[in-house]
């Protein structure tokens, strides 16, 4: 059963009498344990795309499927599905600047409704799995900007998410440590069987990807 699934996605925004389409009817499936890398230039839709995956927007039209279950109804319905079964990881890291390493791994625990007095193990494993156990007491200031994205990343594994989505994580990267963090992005779909979308300009993506597709115009080409 696929992690996540597109059906007929269309999305449509509306600014005064004016309506444009951004997505004619997508059709993705994302399975356990693949890599797959979205590419498309700006304006495609591609972010769009990923936030409708994510359950952070709706669709005009189609419907998403999150472990089988329909990503439809209220707000809350749509958070608790982002909550139990999808990690993000963005270009800005958007890490919290007075909090540590752990103590921002602890803090997405804490909102998906995780308690208790393993708390503080649980997000210092999350951190030593990303190779960042020296780490964990340290600022993001004092962090470089692939250390950041690691701990990024182990925010958006806090929970054990399904599915991990990544807008453009590379992109405030040198070579190296875009290749390093692409390379987590496969260890984590292959060991863990973790499915992994990454949005992404990076060619380096297709050393890693299962698939590799382009999306133009709304509509995506394989």
């Given at each position: 059963?696929?992690?996540?699934?597109?059906?007929?996605?269309?999305?449509?925004?509306?600014?005064?009498?004016?309506?444009?389409?951004?997505?004619?009817?997508?059709?993705?499936?994302?399975?356990?344990?693949?890599?797959?890398?979205?590419?498309?230039?700006?304006?495609?839709?591609?972010?769009t795309?990923?936030q409708?995956?994510g359950?952070?927007?709706?669709?005009?039209?189609?419907?998403v499927?999150?472990?089988?279950?329909?990503?439809?109804?209220?707000?809350?319905?749509?958070?608790?599905?982002?909550?139990?079964h999808?990690?993000?990881?963005?270009?800005?890291?958007?890490?919290?600047?007075?909090?540590?390493?752990?103590?921002?791994?602890?803090?997405?625990?804490?909102?998906?409704?995780?308690?208790?007095p393993?708390?503080?193990?649980?997000?210092?494993?999350?951190?030593?799995?990303?190779?960042?156990?020296?780490?964990?007491?340290?600022?993001?200031?004092?962090?470089?900007?692939?250390?950041?994205?690691?701990?990024?990343?182990?925010?958006?594994?806090?929970?054990?998410?399904?599915?991990?989505?990544a807008?453009?994580?590379?992109?405030?990267?040198?070579?190296?440590?875009?290749?390093?963090?692409?390379?987590?992005?496969?260890?984590?779909?292959?060991?863990?069987?973790r499915?992994v979308?990454?949005?992404?300009?990076?060619?380096?993506?297709?050393a890693?990807?299962?698939?590799?597709?382009?999306?133009?115009?709304g509509?995506?080409?394989a």
């Open positions: 059963m696929p992690v996540l699934e597109a059906l007929d996605i269309v999305k449509d925004y509306q600014e005064g009498r004016d309506r444009t389409r951004i997505l004619h009817g997508i059709r993705l499936a994302l399975e356990p344990g693949e890599v797959v890398a979205l590419q498309g230039p700006s304006g495609s839709g591609k972010t795309l990923l409708i995956l359950c952070i927007l709706t669709p005009t039209g189609g419907s499927r999150v472990q089988g279950e329909a990503a439809q109804g209220r707000p809350a319905v749509l958070a608790s599905l982002r909550q139990r999808i990690g993000f990881v963005f270009q800005q890291y958007n890490l919290f600047p007075a909090l540590t390493a752990l103590e921002n791994v602890q803090y997405a625990l804490q909102v998906k409704g995780h308690r208790g393993g708390l503080r193990a649980q997000a210092l494993g999350w951190i030593e799995q990303m190779g960042l156990g020296d780490r964990a007491h340290y600022l993001p200031r004092d962090l470089s900007g692939g250390q950041k994205q690691r701990v990024a990343i182990a925010r958006a594994m806090a929970g054990n998410p399904a599915a991990l989505l807008d453009e994580p590379t992109a405030n990267l040198d070579s190296q440590a875009g290749q390093q963090v692409l390379q987590l992005f496969r260890r984590l779909a292959r060991e863990q069987g499915a979308l990454i949005v992404t300009h990076d060619p380096q993506v297709r890693v990807a299962d698939r590799v597709l382009s999306i133009r115009d509509r995506i080409h």
